[in-house]
């Protein structure tokens, strides 16, 4: 591999090291080296969001950060979150409110609304909307989306 | 699509980054979030990639005599997080909230942005109407440039080769508006404003009307909105975008001035 760096990171709770060429970014490490294929690829450059992981507790733009840059730092992905159950509640929303179709932005959109959940606000809609605004869906057109994070927020998942 | 290929380095010093700034195809990585996608787009192409977000020195929010102080790797959530930034320069707090999206505001920078100088961006504008000072550290030295000589073209400016930007200062104004107007919330603006306004008078700029954000000498000065607006015409011949022609840009400028003229001209 050319340039590659040795890289120490935390994924799930599970301490990694590899060598990793600085051209990949987060996702696709994630998704074509430890098969974590949650995380989709929408775009690459930072406009879809489908990408969204947790890294050091902070949501970010998967593919706008390189594997390498994660050297130190913990990942979070929706396959942990998931695991964990930290994102049961949503995850029950958005089923209830048929907050999605072809699942594609789900990932994506789930990782963004549970940043909202556990900040501990109680967001307005219009302050849901603009906390996913950054997260495209081609399919639901959103009003299920937010119906569903207001639910999970206000208890009545 | 993907990135080409290209080496990393992690700075540990400045010194070190200073160093390594000289090797050939070197390019600085702060946030990543503009530098990535064109990567990612491959508008760009560099031979080694100096992250510098491990630097001591180029972070924090200190507060100094007369103002702020913001390091060059403050993200634009922890400016948004900052009492000190609420309470100094409230104009940088509500232009953060128009900056694309959450995830992407936990990791661009302010220094990433001033030295991208894109003519759309919202902090480039905020400096101009606030004069801020732009600090840029050398192997030698620093070099301390107001904002007014900062921005010199489009995606250009005063950063000359082997410099990093360390930090911006801001002369602490209270009263102050951030208006845009934007396709998407998130969305680069099509039109903003930045104004602000303390005893010495009125500072407004735009964004969004030409290669670099425009200080609009002649509207600040005015004495009634009606002769503001008038001389607008003068301050501004706003370039047209794929979407906006000219007229457009002028005209929705002058939108955002009515809506910010009460706010500037209260009695001090
Ligand atoms: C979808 C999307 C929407 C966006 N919308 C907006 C928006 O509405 N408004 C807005 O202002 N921005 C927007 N951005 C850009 C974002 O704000 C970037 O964070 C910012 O422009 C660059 O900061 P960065 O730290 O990410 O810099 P990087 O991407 O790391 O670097 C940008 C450039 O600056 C240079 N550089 C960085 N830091 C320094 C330094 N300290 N000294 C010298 N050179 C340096 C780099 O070499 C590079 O050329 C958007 C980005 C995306 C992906
Ligand atoms: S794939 Fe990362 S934002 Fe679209
Ligand atoms: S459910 Fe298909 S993109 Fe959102």
Known sequence: ?157 | MKAPSFAYAKAKSLAEAFELIERPGARILAGGQSLIPSLNMRLASPELLIDITGLKDLQGIDRRPGGLRIGALVTHAQLQRSDAVDQHAPLLLQAAAHIAHPAIRNRGTMGGSLALADPAAEYPACALALNATIVLVHRRGERRVPAAKFFKGLFETDIRPGEILAAAEFPKVERSVFLELARRHGDYAIVGLAGVADASGRRIAYLGVGATPVFAEQASRAVSLNAALELLGRDLQPQADLYNSSATKLHLAKVLLSRAWTTLSKPH
């Open chain 1, 1 to 157: 591999m050319d340039h590659a760096v040795e890289t120490t990171l935390t994924v799930n709770g599970t301490r990694i090291t590899r060598r990793i060429a600085p051209r990949v970014h987060l996702v696709d490490f994630l998704r074509d080296e430890l098969g974590l294929t949650g995380s989709h690829i929408g775009c690459e450059h930072g406009v879809c969001g489908a990408c969204t992981v947790r890294v050091n507790g902070d949501i970010v733009r998967g593919c706008l950060m390189l594997a390498v840059q994660a050297d130190g730092c913990t990942v979070e992905t929706i396959e942990g979150l998931s695991d964990s159950k930290e994102l049961a509640p949503l995850q029950q929303a958005f089923h209830e409110h048929n907050a999605l179709q072809c699942g594609f932005c789900t990932p994506g959109m789930l990782m963004a609304a549970q940043d909202l959940v556990r900040s501990g606000t109680k967001p307005t809609r219009d302050e849901i909307r603009a906390h996913i605004s950054g997260n495209y869906c081609r399919c639901t057109g959103y009003q299920a989306i937010v119906d569903a994070i207001e639910a999970t927020i206000n208890g009545k998942g």
